[in-house]
Structure formats: structure tokens, C-alpha cells
């Protein structure tokens, strides 16, 4: 009967344990998830400030290509960001002469982030829940 009674007491506070873990976790998820959302939103505004430099400092035309963000004195940006994963998104810079279209990706829909961030000309940023 002794025995009985203390396996029942072992599986309850593994069973206990385990519940305040998968709350935990979920917090931490969660947590992680706004961080790397609202970095993925300042990095997009980053690279759209330096786009919108370049092109007042050129005569209105935007960067064709990142290196000319990158390849200059003084920098308009320090990093390329273009196919880089950086907290839980992904960068994918689409850039003409006569605009731009950034898009952040969460690495891990659901995971990393819920939402696909994207910055276009003028600055115009826009968001979408991505699809797990």
C-alpha cells in the first residue's frame, strides 16, 4: 500500500511540474516572439531610412543594389541584411533606382514570429499574419 502511494505521489508532481514548464514555456514563446517582431520592424524602418538617405543624397534614385547602401563612405548601413536571419526573420530586399520593397520573414511561423513585416517606398511599412 506504501509503495502504491508514492508512485501516485511521484506522477502527480511530475504531472504539476510539467504543467507550470508548459506554461513557462508558452510565456517565453510568446516573450521571444514580440521581441523579435518589434526588431524585425525597427530593422525594416533602418533599412528604409537609409534608402530614403540615398536617394536625397542622389538625386532621387534609391539604391539598385544593398553594397551601394553598404560600399560607401560614410555607410548608409553597417550590415547587409539581404537573405540574413536575425532574430527569428529573414530579409529579403527587393531595390530598383526608382524604389524599394523590403520583406521580413519569421524563420518559424508561430515560433519566431506571427507576422510578415514589409516596407515600401515612402516608408509605408504593412504587416500580415503569416500562415503556419
Given at each position: 500500500?506504501?509503495?502504491?502511494?508514492?508512485?501516485?505521489?511521484?506522477?502527480t508532481i511530475i504531472a504539476v511540474v510539467a504543467l507550470i514548464l508548459?506554461?513557462?514555456?508558452?510565456?517565453?514563446?510568446?516573450?521571444?516572439?514580440?521581441?523579435?517582431?518589434e526588431n524585425a520592424q525597427t530593422i525594416l524602418r533602418n533599412i528604409?531610412?537609409a534608402c530614403e538617405n540615398y536617394a536625397k543624397d542622389h538625386q532621387?534614385?534609391?539604391?539598385?543594389?544593398?553594397?551601394?547602401?553598404?560600399?560607401?563612405?560614410?555607410?548608409?548601413?553597417?550590415?547587409?541584411?539581404?537573405?540574413?536571419?536575425?532574430?527569428?526573420?529573414?530579409?529579403?530586399?527587393?531595390?530598383?533606382?526608382?524604389?524599394?520593397?523590403?520583406?521580413?520573414?519569421?524563420?518559424?511561423?508561430?515560433?519566431?514570429?506571427?507576422?510578415?513585416?514589409?516596407?515600401?517606398?515612402?516608408?509605408?511599412?504593412?504587416?500580415?499574419?503569416?500562415?503556419?
Amino acid at each position: 500500500m506504501k509503495k502504491g502511494k508514492s508512485f501516485v505521489v511521484i506522477i502527480t508532481i511530475i504531472a504539476v511540474v510539467a504543467l507550470i514548464l508548459s506554461f513557462g514555456l508558452e510565456q517565453f514563446i510568446k516573450i521571444n516572439i514580440s521581441q523579435n517582431e518589434e526588431n524585425a520592424q525597427t530593422i525594416l524602418r533602418n533599412i528604409a531610412t537609409a534608402c530614403e538617405n540615398y536617394a536625397k543624397d542622389h538625386q532621387g534614385r534609391y539604391p539598385a543594389q544593398e553594397s551601394n547602401l553598404i560600399n560607401i563612405k560614410p555607410a548608409y548601413l553597417r550590415y547587409p541584411y539581404h537573405t540574413k536571419t536575425i532574430q527569428g526573420y529573414t530579409y529579403a530586399l527587393n531595390l530598383t533606382e526608382t524604389g524599394y520593397h523590403i520583406t521580413a520573414s519569421p524563420l518559424i511561423c508561430g515560433l519566431s514570429g506571427n507576422k510578415i513585416y514589409t516596407i515600401t517606398t515612402t516608408s509605408i511599412l504593412t504587416e500580415e499574419t503569416c500562415k503556419q
